[in-house]
């Protein structure tokens, strides 16, 4: 199957970059599966070996700007957003849409549209769904994890990933919690200066994947329905388990094995008592089943089945 994904961005992103590296992991569980697999991105950006470029201008970075440059034989099209009312009508080629965040009330989206989780589709009147995907070879498990060091890594200024919550918890349960993903918010930087607490900023790479393995676990108190939560993937793929909300489709990704969901109003002795305890969940055990259920190989195979359907007619609901 020859298959164009489309995200008219510079690949690969400079930081943290959720969408961005979906889709490259996706193109790269694609070519493996053995399927010629095209990105449509930014001008001048470098892709896996065995992806190739479909070279998008800086000043069009509509849909399309993708109608001229289809390879010949293209078989299906993957949006990463609704493209622009009226081309999906314009367009020969079957196409398929992701949506990566939470609608707008009263948003309408085109109809092979795909999300992110169950919870996801269902709060959006859909049914169709694929789970994110993680090249488990960028994760790997520590040598030596630390005993009550949690992790909050998120977007520390974004309010609903309830950074202040997470501080709170570990004052709390007294642990020594490391904060990634992001600068030190001015509304707390008072607060915690002479805290215990270890401010890491913005991460990716090699420091990030360190980061989550070395943590005894991910806390992920967030405060809105998640569509999917890609980090806590990354860090049950890196043996650290995960104490999160129950909102979204936080109870979906963790489901039996991957460590502690609670309501986000329940007492911080629930929290804490939580973050003592998946410490004892093994690494080995996380990692094994995160690879079953999240890789990224996993992922592509979802999707062909979902380019199988639309190709055959089968409208996506």
Do not use: C
């Not at 309408?108 to 999300?115: H, Y």
């Not at 305890?277 to 094994?288: A, D, F, N, S, Y």
């Amino acid at each position: 199957m020859k298959i164009v994904l489309f995200h008219p961005v510079h690949l690969p992103p400079a930081d943290y970059g959720g969408v961005e590296r979906v889709v490259l992991w996706l193109a790269e569980g694609l070519r493996d599966l053995g399927h010629s697999v095209w990105i449509a991105a930014r001008e001048g950006s470098r892709l896996p070996a065995g992806v190739n470029l479909i070279s998008i201008p800086k000043e069009e970075h509509s849909a399309e700007s993708l109608l001229a440059r289809l390879p010949p034989g293209t078989d299906i099209v993957h949006f990463q957003a609704p493209p622009e009312e009226g081309f999906l009508r314009r367009a020969a080629v079957p196409s398929v849409t992701t949506i990566h965040g939470n609608g707008k009330p009263g948003e309408v989206f085109p109809k092979n549209t795909v999300f992110l989780s169950r919870d996801h589709a269902s709060r959006h009147g859909r049914s169709a769904y694929v789970h994110n995907g993680v090249n488990p070879g960028e994760f790997h498990l520590s040598a030596a994890k630390r005993k009550n060091s949690p992790l909050f890594l998120s977007k520390t200024s974004w309010r609903v990933k309830n950074l202040a919550g997470a501080l709170r918890i570990a004052d709390h349960a007294k642990q020594r919690l490391t904060v990634a993903g992001g600068h030190r918010p001015i509304g707390l930087h008072l607060r915690t200066f002479f805290s215990k607490h270890t401010w890491a900023g913005p991460v990716a790479g090699e420091k990030k994947s360190r980061l989550l393995a070395d943590a005894s676990a991910l806390l992920f108190p967030v405060i809105w329905p998640e569509p999917f939560g890609l980090v806590m993937v990354e860090a049950l793929l890196s043996g650290t388990p995960v104490v999160g909300s129950r909102l979204g489709s936080i109870p979906e990704v963790l489901g039996d094995f991957g460590g502690a969901v609670l309501d986000p109003t329940a007492p911080l002795e629930a929290w804490a008592e939580a973050l003592r305890e998946v410490q004892k969940l093994e690494p080995e055990r996380l990692r094994e089943t995160a690879i079953k259920r999240y890789s990224n190989l996993r992922m592509a195979a979802d999707y062909v089945r979902i380019y199988g359907r639309v190709q055959q007619g089968e409208d996506l609901v």
